[in-house]
């Protein structure tokens, strides 16, 4: 690689402008394409060299061509050669360590892979900023291929810059790469860069860096080079020594390596077979050279630039001249070579790959089988199952099969299933698991992943064979937890309390704790929604006292838990309990995982109820707005709650995000839902019943999420001035206290009570009574600690009084709401009941005070120091156009006319300083 950078000025400019937002707080992903050779390392060194002159740590680990065989080895690669700080940063995250030499993988305790990349944001998090590069991603790995998806979407905030190099010309129309390309290239955080053929004047610039060159050659050369720097570069080194130049890369390459002595063809052929890289010593022993022999061919080898050294080993210094080289070994030269390494190497994965180039198809089989065991334990169960199928394929054609691979057909065919759903495949571990001979084990499973992919009567019927054929305690406790989680919602829900009490009995005399504490869940929600709210809490408890083993079950109970004790009011308690699974979500690295990011969603809305209001926008912020997956819109989704509630700017670019996922009925529930308040307090109401139908549509009927959004549809056409609907809407609200969705009334909680009562008194006000003890009991109902509701419900109680003619009952209410949105900075509320007070002609909430909300008297004090209204909304993180409303109420209210004036009157008031 020659020092200079020629022709890619455009190319890097865009790359350092990605670092560069990273280095500013906004994360960013870059895909570096382009042909072999076209210069895309040499253009990622520049950018390495410029992060590390920004400060920025940096991370490089490179693919190889292994392909599936090797999980996650960019990233054991770029671990293994980092700073020694970002060592020692990462062994703080067990489940990266296992990636490297000399580590002995952990047994599995549950969601690894989601473990693995929880622990590698936890360190870019604890080293950033920093440069992540992952070389040649057209060999990557599928669990490399999904880290690398994973990190896309998850960094955004971060001062964290990831960059993937691929190769164009290897990404045929079936290539993995290719779908992930065209996901990713979607995404705004993602930049793509094509590298094209350097133009004839770029080219000529960039040989004369080589040296010498007279003007004939320097034309020839790029003529032949056809824009390719490392075409010229070969190009350039044969006409160096003297040789012809024959056509084709690949001619020319083997050229090169045709001038070596025997000694040095033969370990560059040996090298070749390894791969792009290979350390010193297996180099030595599969060349069978004496060790003089041996290094003098290295050292001419090294000499004339084939090869460079790496660490304790050696690097083809291209991979299309290892390519070359390896193309043109014979047959049996090839198959010999592979054989050779196989009997001198212990990495299951190589040893398959090479047992199999070999042709030796027992060892394959073995090492296949062991393979896949070793990429379960590090958490990548894509590989696992893509080893397991190697070895099933090989089956038939290998005697003794089942010693070699030290377990039956079934049983390796049954982790192959299992692995299959556990890198999100269900539908094919169904596949794999219905042509299974028929097992408890087999069908437990079965039903699990039936009833995931929304399939109930399939997985009821499932997990009843799996009951029934049961032949040991285990098996059977594990068929019936999952069984009673099959009827939990079906028309046999009363079968799942015997159904819990036998897998119970069973789990305690067979230790089996996974199935105990699955049983006691799904008994504890069955209990709940009946309304034995004590033993529902009883049951969680007794859930989440120990450990299973199974961290999925232990977050998963923690989760219950804490809901559990949020649905009945206590927030407390529910704090305590959701922040304890937090820790243990956080610690494990599996924040993201299903019940670690649901843990989060509850800590939120624990914050966002208790009236905790910055703590939930800090907690908000990392809910990323630009989304790209449902879970992740999902996640989005909870952030407008607070979003809409205090009119913060980003909340339209978020629902633009959320749109495409409308589909989905929690997605269209919390976003369409949240966007109808949204559109109430802008003064669209037509709009914002818009929203409340289309997330009403997909609810089972009886759901208790119809009572929120038949509230806010109330809300809507009680300020639309109509009654058309309103009994639709309050009988849909009704039915869900009634009856619920399984036809049967029951237990809601104390936020559902307090819903169920708001939409009964919006109804009457649809019909022009104000009720003001039903208003006062919707007050009272929300009063379990639900701070915002509570100030919306006086709002509307303070109506109803004033309308009654209780002016200073009234006025009361009033005050202690306004009292409480200036606290929370919930902003459509002050301004809603500034102008309901203002129609009221009621008085200020303090003396002196000319009446201003707590937000007014924040934005005054700004005013008076002499910030202007875009200041004043970058201080208060508030849209500019609501710093205008406020100025003008506060020019109102202290009856002045300009700002000087204001910042006077409020010193009198004794409101400024």
């Known amino acids: 690689m020659n020092g200079l950078l020629v022709g890619r000025s455009a190319e890097l400019a865009r790359l350092v402008r990605v670092l560069r937002a990273a280095a500013e707080g906004t994360a960013g992903v870059a895909l570096v394409g382009g042909d072999a050779g076209i210069g895309k390392t040499r253009l990622t060194a520049e950018l390495v060299s410029e992060a590390r002159e920004c400060g920025f740590n940096v991370l490089v680990g490179q693919c190889a061509e292994l392909g599936d065989a090797l999980p996650y080895l960019p990233l054991a690669d770029a671990l293994r050669g980092a700073e020694p700080a970002v060592r020692e940063a990462a062994s703080a995250h067990p489940m990266l360590g296992q990636l490297l030499p000399g580590t002995e993988s952990a047994p599995s305790t549950g969601l690894t892979q989601q473990r693995l990349f929880g622990s590698l944001l936890g360190l870019l998090a604890d080293v950033q900023p920093v440069l992540f590069v992952i070389e040649d991603l057209h060999w990557a790995d599928r669990s490399t291929r999904d880290l690398l998806v ?41 930049t793509n860069v094509e590298l094209r053929p350097l133009a004839s004047g770029e080219m000529s610039d960039y040989v004369a860096t080589l040296g010498q060159v007279d003007a004939q050659e320097l034309g020839l050369i790029v003529s032949r080079a056809d824009g390719n720097p490392f075409y010229a570069e070969e190009l350039f080194a044969a006409m160096a020594e003297g040789d012809s130049l024959p056509d084709g890369l690949a001619s020319l390459l083997m050229s090169r390596v045709e001038v070596l002595s025997e000694a040095g063809q033969r370990v560059l052929r040996a090298a070749a077979v390894a791969g792009r890289r290979v350390e010193d010593e297996l180099l030595r022993e599969v060349s069978g050279l004496p060790l003089t022999e041996f290094e003098e061919a290295m050292r001419e080898i090294v000499s004339r630039g084939l090869l460079r050294v790496d660490g304790y080993g050696y690097a083809f210094r291209h991979a299309l001249l290892q390519e070359a080289v390896y193309t043109d070994l014979l047959p049996g030269e090839r198959t010999r070579l592979h054989a050779t390494f196989a009997h001198l190497l212990t990495a299951p994965a190589e ?28 958490g990548a169960p894509a590989e696992a199952h893509s080893h397991y199928d190697q070895a099933l394929s090989l089956w038939e054609r290998v005697q003794d099969a089942a010693v070699l691979a030290e377990e039956s057909r079934a049983e390796l065919a049954f982790r192959s299933a299992v692995m299959a759903a556990d890198s999100g495949d269900n539908h094919r571990a169904i596949t794999q698991l219905r042509v299974l001979p028929p097992t408890s084990e087999v069908d437990e499973r079965l039903a699990y992943y039936l009833y995931e992919t929304d399939d109930p009567a399939g997985a009821m019927a499932a997990a009843q064979r799996a009951v029934e054929s049961a032949r040991d305690e285990s098996a059977l406790a594990r068929a019936l937890a999952t069984q009673a989680r099959t009827l939990l919602w079906s028309p046999r829900h009363r079968e799942v309390e015997d159904l819990t009490a036998r897998a119970l009995a069973t789990a305690r005399a067979a230790g ?53 004790h949020y649905e009945q009011g206590l927030l407390a308690q529910a704090a305590e309990v959701a922040d304890e699974g937090v820790r ?29 209001w910055d703590q939930a926008e800090a907690v908000a912020a990392g809910f990323g707005a630009r989304v790209g997956t449902l879970p992740e819109a999902i996640l ?88 058309e609907g309103a009994d639709e809407l309050v009988s849909q609200a009704r039915f869900a206290v009634d009856s619920g969705p399984t036809g049967e009334r029951g237990h809601l909680g104390s936020e559902g009570l307090a819903w169920a009562l708001r939409a ?18 919707v007050v009272a109902a929300f009063d379990f600690g639900f701070v915002y509701e509570v100030a919306r419900a006086r709002w509307r109680l303070s109506e109803a009084l004033l309308a009654a003619g209780d002016r200073a009952a009234a006025q ?83 009856e002045v006319s300009t700002r000087t004036q204001a910042a006077a009157a409020g010193r009198e008031r004794g409101l400024l300083p």
């Open 150 to 190: 994973f990190l896309s979407r998850m960094v955004q905030t971060e001062r964290v810059c990831v960059v993937g190099t691929y190769r164009t010309d290897d990404l045929h129309r079936r290539h993995p790469l290719r779908s992930v390309l065209a996901e990713l290239k979607r995404l705004p955080t993602v």
């Open 812 to 894: 009361v209410e009033w005050e202690l709401a306004r009292e409480t949105a200036g606290k929370l900075r919930a902003v459509p509320l002050e301004n809603a009941l500034t102008e309901f007070g203002r129609r009221a002609r009621f008085g200020g909430g303090g003396a002196g005070d000319g009446g201003l909300t707590a937000r007014e008297v924040e934005v005054l004090r700004l005013v008076a120091e002499g910030l202007t209204n875009r200041e004043v909304a970058e201080r208060l993180f508030i849209a500019q156009k609501t710093v205008s409303v406020h100025v003008s109420n506060i020019l109102g209210k202290l």
């Open 760 to 777: 009964e008194a919006e109804w009457h006000r649809v019909h022009g009574r104000l009720d003001v003890d039903l208003w006062r009991q």
């Open 584 to 612: 243990m979500a956080v610690e494990t690295g599996l924040n993201w995982s299903t019940y670690g990011t649901d843990l989060r969603f509850l800590r939120f809305l624990i914050h966002y109820v208790a009236g905790e």
């Open 512 to 564: 089996a704790k996974d199935a105990e504490v699955g049983a006691l869940l799904t008994l504890a929600t069955y209990v709940e929604h009946r309304g034995d709210v004590h033993r529902a809490h009883e049951l969680v408890e007794t859930a989440s006292a120990e450990g299973t083993g199974d961290l999925a079950m232990d977050l998963r109970a923690r989760f219950h838990h804490a809901r559990i």
């Open 636 to 723: 989005s989704s909870f952030a407008l709650f607070i979003e809409v509630a205090r009119d913060l700017p980003a909340v339209e670019a978020r629902l633009s995000w959320l749109r495409p996922f409308w589909s989905d009925e929690l997605a269209v529930y919390m976003s369409r839902g949240l966007a109808a308040e949204h559109a109430l307090w802008h003064g669209d109401p037509a709009a914002a019943l818009d929203h409340v139908r289309a997330a009403l549509a997909p609810l089972v009927e009886g759901d208790a999420s119809t009572l929120r959004l038949a509230a806010v549809g109330l809300w809507a056409l009680a300020e639309l001035g109509t009654t």
């Open 351 to 378: 040893l398959a790959h090479h047992y199999l180039a070999g042709h030796d198809l027992a060892g394959a089989l073995k090492a296949s089988a062991e393979a896949g065991r070793l990429a379960e334990r590090l």
